[in-house]
């Protein structure tokens, strides 16, 4: 029995020695986790964050402007031309940006009843010229009728009744005469008309202008009431871009800081790198009660052909007039951005996420900007009061200021 039993515990060799099974891939995972926090920690401590400010391009005038408001280019002359008489649009000899002259024929329409009209106001004239002819004849033959009555009555030879029709005749002569004088001026006056209503069928240009809309084409019914469904009341518009103001509206309670013959500075939308200079042509001397408000009209002193009407504006109102080195823009920014390192005087340039040192020549004030004789461009973004561990090449958290 012994035996047996120890027959029993003999080990068992056949099977290898139990071990865990470890999850080797968590101690790399905790480690590159550790790294990229490290990574993340550094980062966000090295970046220095800043509020930025862009440089800007300004005018001398900014420095003495007294007050600003906006406005629209309009023409003070300016017509929609159309015809007297109604008719079909025969032909059209603009299109929109055209130039006309004053008394020009820009367009035709159809004139066949009208000059039919005026040859028949013509021939009346001819009919009634002959008409006098006949009628001078008759009063000189019973003149000469009457003349010989009278003799012969002197000397008993007619009756007295014999001479009382020759003067009827002489004086129904006369009378005819008259009349056929004053048929004359009637068909003259016909004529008139008629040529009038020929003439009504040629449009032409009232002013020097230009063509600003089309309004209606070859075959449409132009009449001046425009009651038809498809006439037309106007064939072209028309302005005279020579009588271009800015119609500005001005508060009433900045209305004392405004006066006749005033200069300004003209800003177009359109033409954002150019400054026209303006005088105050008029204050129009209403209100408008719903914007307290009142009209100022404001004229070029400078002209350009690309100034259109019904262009937006905005005019500043000067103190005094811009001198000719004034009218050139300045580069300025804000002189918080402006500090001095090393003995230069630099401003950080804001390029992506870093910042690069940059050195400038400041110049005169202007208003709450200094300008940059040298150094910097319009339009970039510097840092606005840099700090002491701000370095050129320092990474940057920008944040505009509020």
């Given amino acids: 029995m012994a035996d047996e039993v120890l027959d029993r515990l ?9 071990r865990r099974r470890r999850k080797r891939w968590i101690v790399p995972l905790i480690v590159v986790i550790l790294l990229v926090a490290i990574g993340a920690v550094i980062v966000s401590r090295s970046a220095v964050k800043v509020e930025t400010v862009a440089i800007a391009r300004v005018y001398p005038s900014q420095g003495f402007t007294l007050l600003n408001a906006s406005g629209y280019v309009v023409a003070q002359r300016k017509a929609a031309v159309a015809s007297k008489t109604t008719s079909r649009l025969e032909w059209l000899g603009v299109e929109e940006g055209s130039r006309v002259k004053a008394g020009q024929v820009i367009a035709r329409l159809e004139d066949k009843d009208v000059v039919a009209t005026r040859n028949q106001a013509a021939a009346n004239v001819e009919t009634a010229r002959y008409s006098l002819d006949q009628a001078k004849a008759e009063r000189h033959d019973a003149s000469l009728s009457f003349d010989r009555q009278k003799s012969l009555l002197k000397d008993g030879v007619v009756s007295r009744s014999d001479y009382d029709a020759a003067q009827a005749r002489l004086l129904k002569a006369k009378a005819a005469v008259s009349a056929a004088e004053w048929q004359i001026k009637a068909a003259r006056s016909a004529l008139k008309e008629a040529e009038a209503a020929v003439g009504y069928t040629l449009i032409r240009a009232p002013f020097d202008a230009v063509v600003l809309t089309k309004d209606a084409d070859v075959g449409d019914i132009v009449t001046p009431l425009g009651a038809a469904a498809n006439a037309k009341a106007a064939v072209v518009t028309i302005a005279d871009l020579g009588s271009l103001l800015i119609e500005a509206d001005v508060s009433e309670s900045n209305l004392a800081k405004v006066h006749t013959g005033q200069p300004c ?5 359109a ?9 105050v042509h008029t204050i129009v001397p209403t209100a408008d009660r719903t914007k307290a408000s009142v009209m100022v009209k404001v004229k070029f002193i400078d002209h350009d052909p690309r100034v259109l009407p019904e262009m937006s504006a905005r005019v500043a109102f000067l103190e005094h007039q811009v001198a000719p080195d004034e009218r050139a823009p300045r580069t300025a920014v804000n002189p918080a951005a402006v500090v001095n390192r090393g003995g230069r005087t630099v401003v950080f340039t804001v390029k992506g996420d870093r ?4 050195p400038v020549t400041t110049g005169e004030r202007l208003g709450d900007l200094v300008t940059l004789v040298k150094g910097g461009e319009p339009g970039g973004k510097v840092v606005l009061n840099p700090p002491e561990k701000l370095e050129n090449g320092s990474r940057i958290e920008a ?3 509020q």
């Fill in 399 to 401: 944040a505009t200021p």
């Fill in 355 to 358: 910042v690069t040192e940059t």
């Fill in 271 to 279: 033409l954002p790198d150019r400054r026209f200079r303006g005088e």
């Fill in 10 to 18: 003999k080990i068992d060799k056949t099977s290898g020695p139990v």
């Fill in 265 to 269: 500075e003209i800003q177009l939308d």
